[in-house]
């Protein structure tokens, strides 16, 4: 009984952290739309990466409601530090080429893949369908 509670805490615990990453690549990516307007093609395909992490986000939203917890607001993943560099913060240069923002989303769209990866392992796992069918 109580290993089958720290599991569901466990759990609980990767989706809310994958709620926060998706958080995190959602607001990048609505900067992102800003730099690369001159470049339409590169613009359509940034929204649609923004849709797809607002979908999993919200999916996995109503995953924590449906197992009766707390949404966690995002907390600064390694993801939005990412994104920072890409975009020159550390160096203070706030000009970054498409090819900067697209090498940005490749690396975090790793770390997702990453993530959800753990989080379908854990469905399997837990015999938890709704959450493998998201992951």
């Not at 913060?89 to 959800?116: H, K, M, W």
């Not at 796992?125 to 959450?131: A, N």
């Amino acid at each position: 009984m109580a290993e089958d509670r720290e599991h569901e805490q466990t759990l609980r615990r990767h989706v809310a952290e994958t709620v926060a990453l998706e958080s995190d690549i959602e607001r990048a990516l609505e900067h992102q739309l800003e730099e690369v307007h001159a470049h339409p093609e590169t613009a359509a395909v940034v929204r649609h990466f923004r849709e797809t992490a607002r979908s999993q986000r919200e999916a996995l939203e109503a995953y924590l409601e449906r197992q009766g917890d707390e949404i966690v607001e995002a907390t600064g993943t390694a993801v939005a530090a990412l994104f920072g560099a890409s975009a020159g913060e550390a160096d203070g240069v706030q000009t970054p080429t498409v090819s900067d923002v697209l090498r940005a989303d490749y690396a975090a769209f790793n770390f997702a893949a990453i993530s959800y990866a753990t989080l379908c392992e854990m469905g399997l796992r837990l015999y938890d369908p709704p959450l493998r069918e998201i992951a």
